[in-house]
């Protein structure tokens, strides 16, 4: 299941061992892995994700396969993503309700990362940026690993909300203005091409109550929002330490990401190399989940294939309730020992 909810926070554990001059075997890495786990403390968060970033061998990072190697001492960073227990519960219990439970929770821009960038980008740095619909939500690449994970409360149902107001329509009308006619940016032809925007509240034939307004309102309404959105992307991605020469690379996607202009806005104000990301082809799935509002759904799907082995399941099995009677208690003991 994908997680947005309950303020993702990202957080780096760097952890080292001896090795005293010898060469680094599975034990080793076997042994800093279960020091860096031992030294998470996610207070009353749960923790989401927790995988090795990087090895690093005598103060120099970057290592992917330590073993084989010499050194002193052997480092690894950790990424940890937590999330507030209160919304995981409630979602999960939400699953429980249906009938469903819930194998793992997967950070939704992690899974669109996943489903979106191509592997030169994950190696080379990249920042996914994934448009939603209650969120903007952001996952960061380096060095073929994940590194940093933030969201945004404001997403593309904010734009929705704002046209209902200024144009004072139904907000079903607001969302179907948004899709039909919306644009990020003016164009030349905006204050001639002219919008049916029913009114709210009134009754009676459809032309009484329908008022017409250049398209040129809708999308003064729609930008000064997309604009404000993309400078918190760039003030986060900032602070998540995606800047400088390397950091070029943005990849929009979420269903947010389908407004035409958005990419040459956020090229503007992001002052980066931004394309649209499509999820990758999964064979059996329907052409109509080609689009990017897909992206995370598909990434759910590719992440016991493409995701590195994670130390965080068995905290979060800890961090859920003990099951409660007696046969749910015998079913756990079996689970345990067998
Ligand atoms: N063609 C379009 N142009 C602009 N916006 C669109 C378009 N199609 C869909 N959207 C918007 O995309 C949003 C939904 O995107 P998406 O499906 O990625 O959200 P979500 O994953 O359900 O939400 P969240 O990520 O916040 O949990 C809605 O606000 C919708 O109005
Ligand atoms: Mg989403």
Not at 22 to 27: K, M
Not at 80 to 105: D, M
Not at 215 to 236: A, C, K
Not at 305 to 323: F, G, N, V, W, Y
Request: aromatic content about 4%.
């Amino acid at each position: 299941m994908s997680l947005s909810a309950g303020q993702l926070e990202s957080q780096v554990i760097e952890v080292d061992v001896s090795i005293d001059g010898h060469r680094v075997e599975e034990a080793d890495i076997t042994r800093v892995l279960h020091e860096a786990r031992a030294s998470i403390d996610p207070g009353d968060r749960v923790v989401i994700h927790a995988f090795p970033a990087c090895f690093a061998i005598d103060g120099s990072y970057g290592v992917k396969e330590p073993v084989g190697m010499f050194g002193d001492r052997l480092a690894v960073s950790m990424h940890v993503i937590t999330a507030a227990a209160g919304p995981v519960r409630n979602l999960e219990s939400a699953i429980q309700r249906a009938h469903l439970t819930v194998a793992r929770f997967v950070a939704s821009p992690y899974a669109s990362a996943l489903a979106t960038l191509v592997d030169d980008e994950r190696e080379l740095g990249a920042a996914v940026v994934d448009m939603g619909a209650g969120s903007t939500q952001i996952a960061i690449f380096a060095g073929g690993a994940l590194v940093h994970v933030d969201v945004i409360p404001v997403g593309a149902g904010h734009i929705t909300q704002d046209i209902a107001r200024g144009l004072l329509t139904p907000v079903d009308h607001a969302e179907r203005l948004k899709t039909y006619y919306g644009a990020a940016m003016q164009s030349p032809t905006d204050d001639r091409e002219m919008i049916d925007v029913p009114q709210l509240g009134e009754t009676g034939p459809a032309e009484d109550i329908t008022s017409q307004l250049p398209r040129s309102v809708l999308t003064g309404v729609i930008q000064p929002r997309i604009e404000e959105t993309l400078e918190l992307v760039r003030d986060y991605l900032e602070a998540g330490g995606f800047d400088g020469i390397g950091a070029r690379r943005v990849v929009l996607t979420g269903g947010g990401a389908q407004m035409p202009g958005i990419r040459e806005l956020a090229q503007t104000i992001l002052g980066k190399q931004v394309r649209i990301g499509r999820p990758r082809r999964v064979v059996g799935l329907a052409d109509a989940t080609a689009g990017p509002a897909f992206a995370t759904c598909t990434g759910l799907l590719l992440y016991d294939q493409m995701a590195p082995l994670e130390l965080s399941d068995e905290r979060q099995t800890e961090a859920k309730e003990q099951p409660k009677g007696r046969l749910a208690r015998m079913g756990r003991w079996f689970k345990e020992n067998f």
